[in-house]
C-alpha cells in the first residue's frame, strides 16, 4: 500500500446535524473504508453530467466580464476563487453561491475552528441543497475542494505564463495515518493525488482553469513579485494585480 493510499485521520462524528463539523464527518474526503466508498460515489455521480468543454468556456466568459472595463484587478480575489466556484455551481444545479463557499472553505479542515461566519454560509449552502444530507454534502464537498486548489491553478499558472518562472503545484501535501500516527504525505508530481483518492474532478479544475486564464491573455502584472498565501500546504499567490497589456 502506498503512502496515498493509506486511510486518512478520522474526524468526529458525532457532532451537530448540519454544522461544519457534520459536513467533513459527511464528505468522501474524511471518511474511510465503505463511506468513503459510498460518499466518493455520489461527487462522481455529481460530477457525471458536466461537460468539461462547457465549463471552459463559460469560466472564460464570466472572467471577461468581469474584467471588462477594470483597470487593475486582483486575480486571486476577483477571479481565480468566485469563477470557478460560481461556474461549477451553476454546473451542479445551484445559483452562484461562490462567497459562501470561501467562507466555508476557510473553515472545512479538522485543524481549523468555524466561526459563526462559516456556520452560517453552510446553512445556506444546505439549504440551497435541500437540507443536510449525503448528496447535499458531496456538492458542498466538490464546490469547497475546488476554492482554493483550483485558485491555485489559476494563481500559479498566471504567475509562471507571466514571469516566465515554472509553474508552481498549489497543493503540496496532504495527511494519512499510517502505523497509528497521522502523518504529513507530500503531493510532489501528483497535483491531483493517486489511488482511490484521486481528485474526482481534476478535469473539471484543469477546465476550469484554462478558460479563466484564456480570458486573461493581454494582461500583464502590476509587479513582478508577489505574496503568497501563508498555509503550510498550499503555495499559490495573495494577491496577483494584473492590468491589461
Known sequence: MTALSAPVPPVPTEVPPGSVAWLRASVARFSNGPDHTRRRALAVDALAPVDVDTLQHNASERTSRIMAGLDVVDVMATIARPVPVGVLAEALGLPDVSADVALVAAAY????????????????????????????????????????????????????????????????????????????????GTPFGAGPRACPGSRHAVALATGVLAALRGFRLTERETTWVAAPNLRMPAVLRVTRG
Open 109 to 188: 479542515h479538522p485543524h481549523m475552528t468555524p466561526d459563526a461566519a462559516a456556520e452560517a454560509a453552510l446553512t445556506r449552502l444546505l439549504a440551497a441543497c435541500g437540507g443536510p444530507t449525503e448528496a447535499a454534502a458531496a456538492r458542498i464537498g466538490l464546490l469547497v475542494q475546488a476554492c482554493d486548489a483550483t485558485a491555485g491553478l489559476i494563481g500559479n499558472g498566471l504567475f509562471a505564463s507571466l514571469t516566465g518562472k515554472p509553474a508552481e503545484q498549489p497543493v503540496l501535501a496532504t495527511r494519512r495515518r499510517i502505523g497509528g500516527e497521522d502523518v504529513t504525505v507530500p503531493l510532489a
